[in-house]
């Protein structure tokens, strides 16, 4: 019997809780702390915090981006997030979960994350047809050498070896 799993029905936004990093000040794990999303959040809900050297600090103390408008030539200042990255989207640190593999980076921003992309990749049929956000979802996102079947084996040893880490 082939295994199914539904990857069409989570977007990349879900897992933005407890984004596990590179602590900037000990290079051991740290944890980017948030309730989901910056949009429903407020600044100083979002903190990083590493337990082996104490570090903590708050989304709110970073600084700002600089922009200014080719238009109007008004400088602004506002918070850009990246998302989708080896990186945090909040203090763009490297993130404690990622692998080279010979065709890509894997990477991931928390274990919840990585169990989600084993599943995906583990499953013998994915189905799609169904979902509303079919396009949008992270299933259809991720990049063809990670969905490969000749790639597989080699991608869940990848994720394997990050559980552990």
Request: hydrophobic letters at 30%; proline letters at 4%.
């Amino acid at each position: 019997m082939k295994t199914k799993f539904n990857a069409y029905e989570k977007t990349l936004y879900e897992f933005l809780s407890d984004i596990y990093v590179v602590c900037p000040k000990c290079e051991n794990q740290a944890i980017v702390r948030s309730k989901g999303h910056l949009r429903d959040l407020e600044e100083k809900e979002i903190k990083l915090i590493c337990t082996k050297c104490g570090m903590n600090k708050y989304y709110s103390e970073t600084p700002k981006d600089k922009w200014t408008s080719e238009r109007s030539g008004i400088e602004y200042e506002m918070r850009n997030l990246i998302i989708g990255g080896n990186i945090d989207p909040y203090f763009r640190l490297p993130l404690w979960l990622q692998k080279e593999m010979p065709d890509g980076l894997l990477w991931a921003y928390n274990y919840e994350h990585l169990d989600f992309l084993e599943n995906h990749v583990s499953a013998e049929l994915r189905n799609r047809e169904n979902s509303p956000m079919r396009n949008k979802s992270l299933g259809s996102r991720l990049p063809k050498w990670m969905t490969s079947k000749k790639n597989r084996t080699e991608i869940l040893s990848g994720i394997e070896k990050l559980k552990r880490k």
